[in-house]
């Protein structure tokens, strides 16, 4: 996609929306639940080696302090991995830039009662959408229909193991409610849940040979469907809004001459930006990405990428705004979905999700967009969402 002239280093606030929106990549935040999993892991090794001091006294009496330094040493060193480890990673990785939220009803009933509903620059609620404006709609979206379809489909042995999971333990807090003769949990309920459940779990007459030893076919199978599951979730939520959006909360993004129109029909004045940040997101470039030289032949010479689809722009804009009070303040139902703030309702940013359109299309409004920008003086930045290195 071709970059707009005239942009430059966003400033600012500006710059902390850029890194909040650039920042948020999916690797980092993994990285970020993987330091809260890892407290939680220690908070429970602590747990285990107060048990286990208490367990040996009990069964040894006093002779059983024999391992309590050792079991010290293993508590205070899990707890200082709980209380003082990645803190700072969590908090900078999880809410970058204090992080930012959508405009709700709470949000605009705390507004100051000195704001007063501004009619905007159109002077109505809900601008029609421009000659050119990008509109979310199903047509020329079948690639991404069919291959929500098709990943959902595959991934149904994936989805019927979670459920069968589910109903079985629901079903074992249930009995342990109602019965009295159900006294312990039993974490291997799935397996006695059902003939599927006991079909599932202990049926061994279909195996497969793998490197480490032997799997049924069924684990097998519901092993290799959890992907296109997961790919097939996310397709899914980039293709139901195309299917449910109608009328003025189909906009996306339209240029005019005094401004910008977004999501809901809101009727931004260049007066009333303070910049635009074009965010491209760059972390996966093709559906088939062919690694480089593999650590021993051990890592496939490529990777699927299912989510990628062709032909899409992969881009979001952010609209900064000078006030974002005011323009909260006259902003209906709908056009308060596309409206992002910070916690104390002083700064935020109207976010235009073109990441499913056509790229082509995506550079004709970006490049009107950047002329209005240019005519008014309102800066343009490129911001790349990438997969940090470290």
Known sequence: MTIPPGTRRPVGYAAR???????RAGSQRAEAWAMVALKVLALALAV??????VVAVQESGWRGLVVAPFALVGMLLALGITVLAGNELVRDRL???RGYHRLGARDVAALPATVEPDPGPAGDDVAEPPEGALISSPRGQATLFTRAAVCLVLGLPAAAFVVLSLLAYVHQVWAGWSSPDVDAWAWDAPQHFGELGRWFFT???LVVPVKQGEVTVQVLVVLL???PLGAGIILAQQAVP???RRGAAAIDLGVVQTGAVTRGGLALGWDEISAALVVRDQRVTA???RRGTTAGGRLPPFVLRPTFVRGQSRTRVALVLRDVRDV???ATGPQRRGLLVDDDVTHGYALCDLWVHPADRVTETLAALAAGARRARVPVSIVDREIAES
Request: with cysteine; proline share 3%.
């Open 17 to 23: 929306i850029a890194s909040y929106l650039t920042r």
């Open 48 to 53: 285990v080696c107060v048990v286990v001091v």
């Open 95 to 97: 809410r970058p830039g």
């Open 203 to 205: 049926d061994e007459s």
């Open 225 to 227: 469907s959890a992907v």
């Open 242 to 244: 195309a299917l449910l």
């Open 287 to 289: 559906d088939v990405e």
């Open 328 to 330: 909260a303040a006259r």
